[in-house]
């Protein structure tokens, strides 16, 4: 009793001291609110209703006052409350939906204030900047709205507008971002936006891209063949040859996700939109032990990988095509990009596209019926389209996710009828690749890093011909899907030093699937491999910018089920030295494997335009094709001069005459053999402001080995023996001119035997006897483009752009390749696949 006596004393006491300091108001010590509301209940005999979650921390000077009501506007005004009174004795508080704040920025010392910093209310239309002492206030903000404060220099700050609540202004500290940026060789190299970076690789960036000979807008499967030791061997992007390699041995990335289908117009035309594609990387060798596949080269694009707080976008036509983009900021921190293209082919007939047609079809079924005094009607409908789109989410400064999106797809249908006879003949064909893929790029602290990269993708073509009025079909399809998990971290040990590490597990199905009704025959192969592979690698860079280094493996486990194990160990090497000011030296080495080909069984297969079939190897018909390189070179690069030669030794092992495009007998063995290639790049550059200029040679002693075939050693079918470009641009104002010459030697190719056993018939069908593999050469190409850009304002924010290319302006006849077949009545037709004759075309864009 006596001790309950006591306390209701000292409470007692304790309100009287409050309540009379309240009165005097001589002393500014704050007390808890909620301790002081009770005093308040006492002393007015009233009642407060709250939650205590929402009264909890919170400290107030008693105001000087004895009015209730003015004591109790003091505390919504100091602690931003609001206060209803529910009755003469009962009052509610909560806290209120929007507060007033204000704060002052400072530099990460403290000691500097930072004046035109801007501070934005993320989700919201509210922005200013800071005053000339970094002061700012906001009225009426959301309480847990987020505040984003920037300054060039400074990293980005994020703070809590409930954080900032109050009578005083808080101090917020910016710190000072570092960013490192790489080294180039040189800052224009041919055209303005293609730079030569330290490790040998070649980097687009399209937004900055000038103008190259015959090529009125990008087109970056076009732009990659302007550099040394990268041609397409037939003129087309589906079919480009790095140092000697096939088609199927590039490595194409397409936001990470791996493309299985890279062309339109069969080939003639990029399937890639430019104006979403920040920069392109292309790898001849020293590939990033990250990289699989690929055994003769990457080439990997990257579409634009920041949110932007406007839209932007634009569209245009040529033609061939009508195409679209834009960038659309959802948020602060979500954005989206889109793109689409279609061509115009199926219902306007323009000079390029005509030149377009006879190159991809002269010596196809399409291009092949009928006698020329016979009355054939064609009916042809061709068209492409593609679409991409892009989903950018800045989930904090330290967690960026993305997810990509592309569809692309080529479409023919042509009836052939002969007035004559009644007969009619349909060929149909529908290609398509649909991939989608995400990726989560983390910063964990200043020093380590991580990626997660996810993928599936999906080729599908489709083929059927009908001929004779219904009497026999064909129906071929081949498809391949493919989905991969990756992970990759990266942790700097110091500014200069770094590692690498991760691991990438890969899935990839293929089926090839064959039904002829007459005779009737049915094939359907199906094969599935699975790799798991682990890498790391490590970089280094001196203080003096004279070194570079970047080494590693990747550790191989690829699994055919039912048909093979492998482990495979794949060293990386990629090292740089300046041996002396402005000339640097460079050596590079790789291992690598792929488990996926391109074979060829007939020409007529697909149209005899995409006779290509993607399988996999099952180390029986087909091994896993590996190969190791290592190149030697060296640049020099001084004021306006750049360059560079290089040499390089590849063997590749584990192909196919059924992968390598055999016209010969050859064609149908599938005899397994290896190639080899000895090369040299020799570049000159000139370039000032205004005017490049260059010239370059590449040179290919590439010869194959198969043991069964007799000789056992020849020329390879990609074995050109010089690549020669000269060519110039020129930048005066907003115009660009660009005009070039491509000069190459033959392409081998095997002749019939001459004599009367030209035609072997002792065999069904009968067959034609060849010279040696590759013994002949075709004439030498030779090849004049040239291009126009003019580029103007149509009104504020709103660039125009139009342009003209002409290729081949000589129309010169360039025959890319000879072979034989044996016709109905048993003679040797001689087919011959001719270049593209003089073809023009125009475009117009805007951009804004």
Known sequence: MEITRLKSFLFCLATLFLVHTSGLGQDDNRVDLITYLL????????????????????????????????????????????????????????????????????????SNTIPGASVEVLGGSVAIVTDMDGKFSLTNIPREATL???????????????????????SLLMAVSYQELQEVVVYQFLTTGLTRETDGSILLRTDDFGILPGLSEPDILQTVQALPGIKSIDETVSDINIRGGTNDQNLILWDGIKM??????FGLISAFN??????????????????????????????RDEVQDRISGGGGFNLISGDVYGHIPLSDQVALQISGRRSVT????????NQFFDRAFQDTEVKGGGGADEAIDREENFYFYDFTGKLLYDINEDHKLRISAIYINNNLDYLESNRDTGRSDQSLLDQTNFSFG?????????????????????????????????????FQNNQVLESSFKVNTKYDVTDKFSSRNGYQFTEVGITNFTNVSQPPFLSNVKGVVRAHALFSEIQYGSEDGKFDFLGGARLNYLINLGTFEEVILEPRLNMSYMLLPDFRFEIQGEFKNQVTNQIIDLEQNFLGIEKRRWILSDEDTLPITRSKQGSLGFSYDRNRWFLSLEGYYKEVNGISTSTQ??????????????????????????????????????????????????????????????????????????????????????????KPQEGANIIDISVFPNR?????????????????????????????????????????????????????????????????????????????????
């Open 274 to 303: 430019p104006y979403l594609t920040e920069k392109v990387t292309v790898i001849k060798n020293g590939t990033s032990a990250q990289y699989g596949d690929g055994v003769s080269g990457i080439i990997s694009m990257e579409t």
């Open 260 to 265: 299985y289908q890279s062309g339109h117009f």
């Open 148 to 170: 984003r404060i920037r300054f060039l220099g400074f990293k980005p700050r994020f703070v809590t507008a409930s954080d900032l609540a109050g009578n005083d202004c808080p």
């Open 438 to 474: 995400g990726r989560l790029a983390s910063r964990w602290t200043d020093r380590f890093t991580s990626q997660i990269i996810t993928y599936y993708t999906r080729y599908n073509l489709d083929a059927q011909n009908v001929t004779g009025n219904g009497e026999q079909s064909l």
């Open 346 to 353: 199926d219902f306007l007939n323009t000079p390029t596209y």
């Open 661 to 750: 495009g055999f016209q010969n007998e050859d064609q149908f063995n599938g005899e397994i053999g290896s190639y080899t290639i000895r090369g040299g790049e020799f570049l000159v550059n000139y370039k000032n402001n205004k005017f490049s200029s260059w010239v370059s040679n590449a040179y290919n002693k590439n010869t194959y080995f198969f043991e069964d075939i007799t000789p056992s050693e020849f020329p390879n079918n990609l074995d050109i023996t010089h690549t020669a470009t000269l060519a110039t641009t020129y930048n005066y104002r907003d115009l660009k001119l660009g005009f070039g010459l491509n000069y190459r030697t033959g392409k081998p190719f095997t």
């Open 39 to 110: 005093t308040l209940e006492r002393e007015f005999n009233v009642k407060f209703s709250y939650v205590d979650e929402d009264l909890k921390d919170i400290e107030v000077s008693p105001p000087a006052e004895s009015d209730l009501h003015l004591i109790l506007d003091a505390i919504q005004e100091g602690t931003q409350l609001r206060i209803d009174k529910l009755s003469e004795r009962y009052y509610s508080i909560v806290q209120r939906t929007t507060i007033d704040i204000c704060g002052y920025v400072y530099d990460n010392y403290g």
């Open 768 to 848: 034609i006897n060849y010279e040696s593999p590759n013994s002949s050469r075709l004439p030498d190409y030779l090849r004049a483009d040239a291009s126009l850009i003019y580029s103007f304002d149509l009104s504020k924010g709103v660039r125009a752009t139009a342009g003209a290319s002409v290729l081949n302006i000589f129309g010169k006849r360039n025959v890319l390749n000879t072979y034989y077949r044996l016709n109905d009545q048993n003679e040797i037709e001689t087919v011959e696949s001719i270049s593209l004759g003089l073809t023009p075309n125009a475009s117009f864009r805007v951009s804004f």
